[in-house]
């Protein structure tokens, strides 16, 4: 594979309060044995860009990182109560008239550097189609997106700050339509890998993604580290041909947004049926339904 020259920014360092710095360096693939779900046969040196990582810092209305399998919900005001209870009412008449309640659209956030979520994905994909982008999708706002919306500002005739509010939003969705193949692509793979899983389960594959794409190890774009040689069962086998479920979906999303059950997992396999000393030889950080998960 032809190595190609392209400055990045990636995760350097987490800290015990996850506070990550980005820096340029050179993304180099390491020679991987077969594992179960993770297999590689060759060597492969891929520099692509890439883009720091600070999982502390969400757009409005997304969904937060979920770290632990435990959830707990705090009191709300009477005012939130109220809203909530307004929502539901609204939300039980829509379906009763056969309506469809949409979520919020990306056009309704501000998305700025530090920013990881499938709206940033979106974005990407937008600017990347109208030829603002050139670097890996990722879904996560950091200086090179930020250039990108700046160029796009620009040329628009719009305040060029390089943060996507919603006049620069609407602007960019009248210019360019979000197909969301790169989400669909993740869900299939999840599909693929651990549709008998549970939803938390899910989660974690997708999970794994995302961190390879932040890792210096592996490439620096979700669909990169999906289709890279050798690596998911899902793809070797033809199973990622197949239809994804809704639950796929909301997996994809919620690991997009920034949930990571296997805290930082780099690697999963199935014990039971795995056969390489390799996989088996790493730390296991934590087992989630029939999936082993490792750094």
């Keep these: 594979m032809m190595k190609?020259?392209?400055e990045m920014d990636q995760a350097n360092e987490i800290n015990e309060k996850n506070m990550i710095s980005e820096l340029d360096s050179v993304s180099e693939m390491k020679e991987m044995k077969v594992g179960s779900h993770m297999i590689s046969n060759e060597r492969t040196t891929v520099d692509s860009t890439n883009e720091g990582l600070n999982p502390l810092t969400f757009a409005d209305n997304m969904e937060p990182i979920t770290v632990s399998r435990k959830v707990t919900h705090g009191k709300g005001n009477t005012a939130g109560k109220r809203a909530g209870r307004v929502s539901m009412i609204l939300g039980a008449c829509a379906l009763t008239l056969g309506l469809t309640v949409a979520a919020p659209?990306?056009?309704?956030?501000?998305?700025e550097q530090g920013v990881r979520s499938e709206h940033v994905l979106q974005l990407q994909e937008q600017l990347s189609d109208l030829g603002y982008f050139d670097?890996?999708?990722?879904?996560y706002y950091g200086t090179i997106t930020k250039g990108a919306v700046?160029?796009?500002q620009q040329a628009q005739g719009l305040s060029a700050d390089g943060v996507a509010g919603p006049a620069t939003l609407n602007r960019l969705n009248k210019k360019a339509k979000a197909e969301g193949e790169t989400l669909r692509q993740l869900a299939k793979l999840i599909h693929g890998e651990a549709r008998g899983e549970s939803f938390e389960g899910q989660v974690a594959v997708g999970a794994v993604v995302l961190n390879r794409v932040h890792s210096s190890e592996f490439p620096s774009s979700i669909s990169k580290v999906i289709f890279q040689k050798g690596q998911f069962t899902a793809i070797d086998d033809g199973q990622f041909n197949t239809?994804?479920?809704?639950?796929?979906?909301?997996?994809?999303?919620?690991?997009l947004n920034g949930?990571?059950?296997?805290?930082?997992?780099?690697?999963?396999?199935?014990?039971?049926i795995a056969t390489s000393v390799w996989s088996k030889s790493r730390p296991t950080l934590l087992t989630i339904g029939q999936h082993d998960f490792t750094r």
């Design 243 to 255: 239809k994804p479920t809704q639950t796929s979906y909301r997996a994809a999303r919620k690991a």
């Design 4 to 6: 190609n020259n392209i």
């Design 135 to 139: 670097a890996g999708m990722t879904g």
């Design 150 to 152: 700046r160029k796009f």
């Design 259 to 272: 949930a990571d059950p296997t805290n930082g997992a780099l690697y999963y396999y199935n014990p039971k």
């Design 105 to 111: 659209s990306a056009g309704a956030q501000k998305l």
